[in-house]
C-alpha cells in the first residue's frame, strides 16, 4: 500500500500516526538514559543533526571513524532498549514492503533544528546489507535527497512528513542519501524539530 520511491523502496504515507505518542514515549524513554548529542566526523566537522541510539548496537561517529558500539560512549552503559512499539512499526512496515521477518538489533535517532542537513552519503556499516532501513520522520518536514551508487549520481527530492514511513532495502540499500536544510516550519506536536530514526539490522 505505498509509493514506490526506488525498485525496492517504498514510501508509506502517514503509517506511524496511529502510533505517534507511542513512538515519542519511547524516544523520551531513550534520550533520558543516551541524550541527542553532536557527534564529530571523522573529517572534523561537528554534525548539525544532533543523534542518539538504542536497541544492542548504536551507530557513532568520532575523530577515528563511523562504527557500531555496543555502549553509549557518553555514559559508557549499554545503549536503552530498543521501546517495543519501534520493533512492532518496523516489523508491520518491512512486511507491508515484502520484507517479512525483518530482525532489528539497532536504531539511530536524529534530531534536526531548522537549518541542520545530513549531506549526501551512503549507509555501510552494517555488516548484512540484505536486511532492509526503516525510517519513521516525526515532527517538521525535510526534503529528503535520494542518489544512485556514485556520490555523483543524480539525486531526486522526496519530501518526507511527520508520521511517514520509508522502507529501504535490495537494490536501494546502497544508494547515497542526505537531507536537505531544513526550514523552520514548527509543527504543532514537536515544535521546531524533526526526529528521524532508523530501524536496522546492523550485526
Ligand atoms: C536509503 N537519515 O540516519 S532516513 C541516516 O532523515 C539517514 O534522518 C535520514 O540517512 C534522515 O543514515 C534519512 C532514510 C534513509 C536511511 C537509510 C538509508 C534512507 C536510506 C539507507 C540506504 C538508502
Ligand atoms: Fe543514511
Redesign the pocket.
Known amino acids: 500500500g505505498g509509493v514506490a520511491l526506488g525498485p525496492q523502496s517504498v514510501v508509506l504515507r502517514g503509517f506511524a500516526l496511529p502510533r505517534v505518542e507511542a513512538l515519542l514515549a519511547g524516544v523520551d524513554a531513550v534520550t533520558a538514559r543516551s541524550p541527542f548529542r553532536h557527534m564529530e566526523t571523522p573529517g572534523g566537522y561537528i554534525m548539525s543533526v544532533a543523534l542518539t541510539n538504542c536497541g544492542a548496537l548504536g551507530w557513532t561517529s568520532d575523530a577515528r571513524g563511523y562504527r557500531y558500539t555496543r555502549q553509549d560512549p557518553l555514559s559508557g552503559q549499554p545503549w536503552p532498549d530498543m521501546p517495543d512499539a519501534f520493533v512492532e512499526l518496523a516489523r508491520a512496515a518491512a512486511d507491508e514492503a515484502g520484507f517479512p521477518g525483518f530482525a532489528p538489533d539497532a536504531c ?1 535517532v ?1 534530531r534536526y533544528a531548522p537549518g541542520s542537513r ?1 549531506s549526501l552519503h551512503q ?1 555501510r556499516n552494517e555488516r548484512d546489507y540484505s536486511a532492509p ?1 526503516v ?1 519513521v ?1 516525526l515532527g517538521m518536514p ?1 526534503v ?1 535527497l535520494f542518489g544512485g551508487d556514485a556520490r555523483g549520481d543524480r539525486a531526486s527530492r522526496t519530501p ?1 512528513f511527520h508520521g511517514d514511513v ?1 522502507v ?1 532495502g535490495g537494490a ?4 547515497y ?1 542526505g ?1 536537505l536544510p531544513l526550514k523552520d516550519l514548527p509543527h504543532p506536536r514537536l515544535g521546531s524539530a524533526r526526529i ?1 530514526f ?1 530501524i536496522r539490522k546492523a550485526g
Open positions: 539511530l536524529n545530513l549507509d532501513i525510517s520522520s525535510a529528503f518526507l520509508v529501504w536501494d540499500r546502497l544508494r542519501h537531507v528521524n532508523t
